[in-house]
């Protein structure tokens, strides 16, 4: 099980972005992920008629290490660890280490 999945709310917190929120896109690999907002860079863009794709200069997210950000608690309004914990039924669930909440319903 991952600590960090699509669709998660993370924060920043280390890098240009530092103290950044915003929601994960996709995992690229293992330790790389796409954060909505984060890591933008400009793409130099040649217009393609076939697709019926535009030219010119574009914004992109690019990917951003896994080391790099924390999930948000909304609890504490704060970036926090993740760590995992077995319930009674047998299934494995994200908790918050701070407060030990867990992170899916």
Same mark, same amino acid.
């Given at each position: 099980?991952?600590?960090?999945?699509?669709?998660?709310? *993370?924060? *920043?917190?280390? %890098?240009?972005?530092?103290?950044?929120?915003?929601? *994960?896109?996709r995992?690229? #690999?293992?330790?790389?992920?796409? *954060?909505?907002g984060?890591?933008?860079?400009?793409?130099?863009?040649?217009? !393609?008629?076939?697709?019926?794709?535009?030219?010119?200069?574009? #914004?992109?997210?690019?990917?951003?290490?896994?080391?790099?950000? /924390?999930? @948000? !608690?909304?609890?504490?309004q704060? /970036? #926090?660890?993740?760590g @995992?914990?077995?319930?009674?039924? %047998?299934?494995?669930?994200?908790? @918050?280490?701070? !407060?030990?909440e867990q992170?899916?319903?």
């Open positions: 099980m991952r600590k960090i999945k699509k669709g998660d709310e *993370v924060v *920043v917190i280390s %890098g240009r972005d530092k103290g950044k929120r915003g929601a *994960v896109r995992r690229v #690999d293992a330790e790389h992920v796409v *954060v909505e984060v890591n933008r860079v400009k793409k130099h863009q040649r217009p !393609n008629p076939m697709k019926n794709v535009t030219g010119g200069i574009v #914004d992109k997210d690019m990917p951003i290490h896994v080391s790099n950000i /924390a999930l @948000f !608690n909304p609890a504490t704060k /970036a #926090d660890r993740i @995992f914990k077995v319930l009674g039924d %047998g299934r494995k669930v994200r908790v @918050f280490r701070s !407060n030990g992170v899916d319903a």
